[in-house]
């Protein structure tokens, strides 16, 4: 399935970064029998933060863009806990996305869909997952949205 992954990513126009290190006192992954819990990802793009506050700064499509950063980056970490491996990765399962907004704000589904819309269209129907998009009223380093995964892999 790697194969098939990098294939579909080029397709795309899409490349997964190299597996961000932790900002603090904690791991990236855990990977505990088939599972995989990855840490929040938070949003950034060619070593760069993508900041702002969404219903004051950014539109729902640039969170969104931001969500599909995070997106990328959950995928890098799967392919780390998987020894550089994606093809062990079976299904995303579960997905809590952290939007970056002011009180009036209610489109953090919409924002978040910027990551499970690029899921799916990498890995088809094992992108498909359960998911939560809540608001936060700051997020680390100011950053537009953080979006943590669970995955099931071999």
């Not at 933060?49 to 931001?66: C, N, P, R």
């Not at 970056?100 to 498909?128: C, H, M, W, Y």
């Amino acid at each position: 399935m790697t194969a098939a992954i990098d294939a579909r990513l080029a397709e795309l126009g899409l490349s997964l970064p190299d597996a961000p290190a932790p900002a603090a006192n904690y791991v990236p992954w855990v990977r505990t029998g088939s599972l995989v819990h990855v840490s929040g990802q938070i949003s950034q793009a060619n070593g760069s933060f993508i900041t702002g506050k969404l219903g004051q700064d950014l539109s729902v499509e640039d969170g969104a863009a931001a969500a599909r950063a995070c997106a990328l980056s959950l995928l890098a970490q799967v392919r780390a806990a998987c020894g550089g491996d994606l093809g062990q990765l079976r299904r995303v399962v579960k997905l809590t996305g952290f939007v970056n907004s002011t009180p009036e704000f209610t489109d953090q589904p919409k924002v978040i869909n910027g990551a499970s819309d690029t899921l799916v269209a990498i890995l088809g129907d094992a992108g498909r997952h359960a998911r939560s998009a809540v608001s936060a009223a700051s997020l680390p380093f100011g950053v537009a949205v953080e979006i943590e995964g669970i995955f099931e892999v071999e």
